[in-house]
């Protein structure tokens, strides 16, 4: 079952006002005309929306807080929450280049992930950052929470911005640096090479000069 208090972020006795200022502030955050063409958030503005119109029906509401009572009652963990595992496939990318983190929970029935919304127990997402802060930086947070116990742990991921001449630098330096391109062992096995061939050379040419004076 949704929670949809945590969907607004407002506790289960907010005001009808709160209600509302919460939902203004959300919808305007996850609004298709501001994400366009991501689904994601247009996910996120249905759940806002579903969460705003049962909240402010007096007669939905209280079925709702009903059944809602009813289930957390009935979580069956009493333990605190756990993180597991909470990785991404690269911490350093580009503006708009996907990236896909991955979490792990145990005992939480509560999962949040900032600042994109509430997600599974486990699983992966792949997200792409539109934006990174002054400093270059896409901080991303897991929430995991027990209600039962009122105890949330979080922990984060941050993700550096790769300029996009950096990207080529490497490939660059290569071909400016052919000879770089050789593996080491490699390098070292045509300097031997040269070597043999040069003492070689030298001890042909002192034969010659030997036989041609004797």
Not at 53 to 75: A, F, H, M, W
Not at 117 to 134: A, M, V, W
Not at 164 to 169: D, H, I, K, M, V
Request: hydrophobic fraction near 35%; avoid cysteine; aromatic fraction near 10%.
């Amino acid at each position: 079952m949704k929670d949809y208090y945590y969907f607004l972020g407002i506790p289960q006795n907010a005001s009808a006002e709160d209600i509302k200022k919460a939902y203004r502030k959300l919808s305007l955050k996850y609004h298709p005309d501001k994400n366009e063409n991501d689904d994601y958030f247009s996910d996120r503005f249905k759940e806002v929306r579903e969460a705003y119109e049962t909240l402010t029906d007096p007669q939905r509401k209280r079925i709702y807080d009903q059944n809602l009572g009813s289930q957390q009652r009935n979580v069956k963990s009493i333990l605190p929450p756990k993180i597991k595992n909470f990785s991404a496939s690269k911490i350093r990318a580009q503006k708009d280049e996907e990236i896909t983190i991955y979490w792990n929970t145990y005992d939480a029935n509560l999962v949040k992930i900032v600042p994109f919304g509430l997600e599974k127990p486990n699983g992966e997402r792949t997200i792409r950052i539109k934006e990174f802060d002054s400093q270059g930086k896409f901080q991303i947070l897991l929430h995991a929470t027990n209600t039962i116990l009122h105890k949330t742990i979080v922990q984060g991921i941050t993700i550096t911005e790769l300029a996009e001449n950096e990207s080529n630098s490497d490939q660059k330096e290569s071909l400016s640096n052919p000879s770089e391109s050789f593996p080491k062992g490699q390098k070292k096995e045509t300097k031997s090479k040269r070597l043999v061939s040069l003492i070689i050379f030298l001890a042909l040419a002192a034969m010659i000069i030997w036989l041609m004076f004797n």
